[in-house]
């Protein structure tokens, strides 16, 4: 069964830090490009940041520019975003999703939830 | 990085048809044929619906089809069923290596 299980959502004060890990299986993980994409309570879905199949082209939106960095493990089948310098704004559900920037996000994980907050 | 604008809401009866909007600019939808339309049902991920325009991912329903005219792309449900209510979002390539998103459209099956 293809699946993506994201995980390391919780809660964090404002300035701090996170990292937040997706598990790929049932496909060829390095055959796809990867993207966080979020969802802030009662809002509607925000992307964030994509990775190539390689890690040769990173790209990110520019709320999270400088903030956030995104990388995966192809031999661990792992996306990771690491997020420094939290601001309550980012408070959200983030979700792993596969897919090329261009085409859609055609799996999506569950999502963990990420509380900024003093 | 401006969302594109779908209407907050829509609605229709059981068997009729609905289209849902979603607007943008010539640096987007109206850019490129890659706008994507995804469904959500409350607590629930994303599941891609249409992409690229028209495409319909194997598995989705052919009563979901997808269109563009200009700067504004549509999902129109055909026959609607109650397991259709949920909120829909579009996206778009936006150039220079973004998404966009649209707000999102709460379908609702009276």
């Known amino acids: 069964e293809v699946q993506l299980v994201e995980s390391g959502g919780g809660l964090v004060k404002p300035g701090g830090s996170l990292r937040l890990s997706c598990a790929a299986s049932?496909?060829?993980?390095?055959?796809?490009?990867m993207n966080w994409v979020r969802q802030a309570p009662g809002k509607g879905l925000e992307w964030v940041s994509s990775?190539?199949?390689?890690?040769?082209?990173?790209y990110y939106a520019d709320s999270v520019k400088g903030r956030f960095s995104i990388s995966r493990d192809n031999a661990k089948n792992s996306l990771y975003l690491q997020m420094n310098s939290l601001r309550a704004e980012d408070t959200a559900v983030y979700y792993c999703?596969?897919?090329?920037?261009?085409?859609?996000?055609?799996?999506w994980g569950q999502g963990t939830t990420v509380t900024v907050s003093s | 990085q401006s969302a594109l604008t779908q209407p907050p809401s829509a609605s229709g009866s059981p068997g009729q048809s609905v289209t849902i909007s979603c607007t943008g600019t010539?640096?987007?939808?109206?850019?490129?044929?890659?706008v994507s339309w995804y469904q959500q049902h409350p607590g629930k991920a994303p599941k891609l619906m249409i992409y690229?325009?028209?495409m319909r991912p194997s598995g989705v329903p052919d009563r979901f089809s997808g269109s563009k005219s200009g700067k504004t792309a549509s999902l129109t449900v055909s026959g609607l069923q109650a397991e259709d209510e949920a909120d829909y979002y579009c996206?778009?390539?936006?150039?220079?290596?973004?998404?966009?998103f649209g707000g999102g459209t709460k379908l609702t099956v009276l």
């Open positions: 996206s778009s390539y936006a150039g220079s290596n973004i998404v966009v």
């Open positions: 999703a596969r897919g090329a920037l261009r085409g859609g996000m055609d799996v």
């Open positions: 049932g496909f060829t993980f390095s055959s796809h490009s």
């Open positions: 990775i190539t199949r390689s890690s040769s082209y990173i």
């Open positions: 690229e325009v028209s």
């Open positions: 010539s640096s987007d939808v109206g850019g490129y044929n890659y």
